[in-house]
Nanobody, 118 residues
Framework: QVQLVESGGGLVQAGGSLRLSCAAS????????MGWYRQAPGKQREWVAA???????NYADSVKGRFTVSRDNAKYSVYLQMNSLKPEHTAVYCC????????????WGQGTHVPVPS
């Protein structure tokens, strides 16, 4: 069964940190690259970060130096550490397997909401 379950979101004040988690089914996690995406209110979903099975990472310019993606292959999980959060980081964050920045699966998880009030 193809499944993605995100967690770890919640209200955080500007300047705070959060660590998001994504638990993927084995079939998804076997994909070489796992990525994080976000959709801010009124905007399209955008790619945020990605990590290969071997560890190399890639980030959108807007989050470089602030977000860190990691994965635990034994737990079929991917994580996103977000530091120094700002109101513009408010979004629903989702994960997916990806090819470069393009998501692979059409069935997304429910995502996890990160509101950062101004």
């Amino acid at each position: 069964q193809v499944q993605l379950v995100e967690s770890g979101g919640g209200l955080v004040q500007a300047g705070g940190s959060l660590r998001l988690s994504c638990a993927a089914s084995r079939s998804i996690f076997s994909f070489n690259v796992m990525g994080w995406y976000r959709q801010a209110p009124g905007k399209q979903r955008e790619w945020v970060a990605a990590i290969t099975s071997g560890g190399p990472t890639n980030y959108a310019d807007s989050v470089k130096g602030r977000f860190t993606v990691s994965r635990d292959n034994a737990k079929y999980s991917v994580y996103l550490q977000m530091n120094s959060l700002k109101p513009e980081h408010t979004a629903v964050y989702c994960c997916n397997a990806c090819e470069e920045t393009i998501p692979v699966y059409h069935n997304w998880g429910q995502g996890t909401h990160v509101p950062v009030p101004s």
